[in-house]
């Protein structure tokens, strides 16, 4: 079992930046691949980024692509996802998430563990 906990969102202008963080506990966290997804409201929950076990491997979702990173810290057992040039598109509700398959997935699917999500609003 793992517990996620994110935190770091909040309310900023357009252009503005935030990173967020999600912190994991309950198993060994460098198993995990790390998942960043998105949901607006009336919307789907969408991919935005992931990273493999070890940080060697990065996608993103092509409208963040420049815009966002994905990191991740083994020895804090956290992932951050900072966010700069935020847009108003950006607004959604930001989870992080945990899978113990082999490959770096985009498909919410294939997530074992979930965090409560954190607030993005990004004001025009």
């Known amino acids: 079992q793992v517990q996620l906990v994110e935190s770091g969102g909040g309310l900023v202008q357009a252009g503005g930046s935030l990173t967020l963080s999600c912190a994991a506990s309950?198993?060994?966290?460098?198993?995990?691949?790390m998942g960043w997804f998105r949901q607006a409201p009336g919307k789907e929950r969408e991919f935005v980024a992931v990273i493999s076990r070890l940080g060697r491997t990065r996608v993103y979702v092509d409208s963040v692509k420049g815009r966002f990173t994905i990191s991740r810290d083994n020895t804090k057992n956290t992932v951050y996802l900072q966010m700069n040039s935020l847009k108003p598109e950006d607004t959604a509700i930001y989870y992080c998430a945990a899978d113990l398959r082999v490959g770096v997935a985009k498909v919410p699917s294939e997530y074992d563990y979930w965090g409560q999500g954190t607030q993005v609003t990004v004001s025009s």
């Open positions: 309950g198993h060994t966290f460098s198993s995990y691949v």
